[in-house]
């Protein structure tokens, strides 16, 4: 599951600042739950009871969500309104099933590789927003726009820019989940392994 908001806050700079580098920034926060069990499917079943909610009625294993906040620098000059800077941050919260009771051996090696597995495809969430931030930067860096004295239109296009880069990749974050929680897809195969299903 994936919780984003997208903020965009934009300042008319003077017109005689230095210019300024463009960035962004990640910062990552990492969450648990508690589960316990005695088996695979005991500890299956006790993070559909404590997982994270995933819509209104079931939980998830493990989910990656993010804000997105937008620090746009707008200046006029020589007729053109431009984007000098733009500072765009992801705030990125993952949260993961943590078991807190013994297990054999043997589960213990079942849950480890579970656990790679569920990491790695949150990860992939992640991975796919920090390519929505870089991609949003290259689209609206160097934005310039005429005749826009108090730089509203070039507002309304970054944002319009903006909006247009997120649609497209969660296109993409849809997309990967459809592959990896189908019938069959990878999660599938990770929860048979820990539960000892050939």
Known sequence: MRRIVLTCLVAIGALCA?????GTRAVVQTRTYDIAGSSGAA???AMDSKGPRHGFMTRAIATTAYTVDW?????ESNGFCRIRQANGTLNLSYTFPR???????????RWNRFFAGVR???????RIAREMMRATEKSIMGLRVANDPSCSKTRREARLRIRT????????????????H??????????AALVGKP
């Open 18 to 22: 230095p210019e300024a580098v463009a």
């Open 43 to 45: 500890l299956v079943e």
């Open 71 to 75: 620090d746009l620098d707008a200046a």
């Open 99 to 109: 078991i807190a009771s013994p297990v054999t051996p043997a589960l213990k090696r």
């Open 120 to 126: 790695a495809h949150e990860e992939t969430h992640g």
């Open 165 to 180: 880069v997120y649609a497209e990749y969660e296109a993409k974050q849809i997309a990967f989940d459809r592959r990896e």
């Open 182 to 191: 189908g019938d069959g897809g990878h999660v599938e195969h990770l929860i």
